[in-house]
């Protein structure tokens, strides 16, 4: 059993909303839950229908309070990642303004237009692709960051949650579960805002995700260096890339 919001929750064929009992930021925290049990067997369809139950939650809390507009996600996969169940579940708030990460993201990509101009997104969209560490799909973007902050480590870009940026999803879990071995990672998510704001305010779609290490490990997958020094990361970006390529050139094969 979970507890559920004042208000309810939100189902869907494929996912249950429920309250969250260790909030993030207040005053409303919620987890979207699948109802596929076993993390390797979320599909295409499962991550879809897990976006569309958080954005019809994102809705409804914003119809409880209008001043809540800014939609951020995290996820964090089996124990050694974080996860306090073995159940995929995303944790999701709405907020005043972008928080934590979030909000240093939107700081860099001011600070990049009043420095340089043009589009900050777009701009490290093309360096990353023109440097072979992108994936261009419809209207998305999948990189390899050269900021990456852990290892296999993928940033995926669009306007909006569309069905290229779903793709791209999918592809990246796919080359982890069956490419890579990356089955303890870690991810976060901003949304758009809900309502119309200035291009100051608002971020596109932006995910990050990457590897917590082996799931049998020990061994912290974080020390003193990733905490107080500098993002440790221990494998090739090219070898990545050139994985997820493979991977998403396999999709549209077996889908022809």
């Known amino acids: 059993m979970t507890a559920e919001e004042t208000w309810g929750r939100i189902k869907t064929s494929r996912c249950i909303t429920a309250a969250n009992m260790f909030k993030i930021s207040g005053p409303n925290n919620g987890l979207v839950i699948s109802k596929t049990h076993h993390l390797l067997e979320l599909g295409p369809e499962d991550l879809k229908d897990m976006l569309h139950c958080s954005k019809l939650w994102f809705d409804k809390v914003h119809q409880q309070d209008q001043a809540l507009v800014f939609p951020m996600m995290v996820w964090d996969a089996l124990p050694h990642a974080g996860a306090s169940q073995v159940h995929p579940h995303m944790q999701i708030w709405l907020g005043r303004d972008y928080e934590g990460q979030f909000k240093s993201m939107l700081r860099n990509a001011n600070s990049y237009v009043t420095e340089f101009g043009g589009n900050y997104w777009e701009d490290m969209a093309e360096s990353h692709v023109g440097l072979g560490l992108g994936v261009v799909e419809g209207g998305a973007v999948a990189i390899v960051p050269l900021t990456s902050h852990k290892d296999h480590e993928i940033m995926i870009m669009a306007k909006e949650v569309n069905q290229d940026f779903i793709f791209l999803l ?7 579960n069956e490419k890579l071995g990356v089955f303890c990672r870690s991810m976060g998510m901003a949304f758009p805002p809900l309502v119309s704001k200035l291009p100051e305010e608002t971020l596109p779609a932006v995910l990050r995700v990457g590897s917590r290490g ?10 003193s260096l990733d905490l107080y020094g500098v993002f440790s990361v221990n494998v090739d970006p090219v070898q990545t890339i050139a994985t997820l390529k493979t991977v998403i050139t396999n999709i549209k094969n077996r889908e022809r």
């Open 170 to 176: 999918s592809a990246v879990m796919e080359m982890y």
């Open 214 to 223: 082996s799931c049998s490990s020990s061994v912290s997958d974080a020390s």
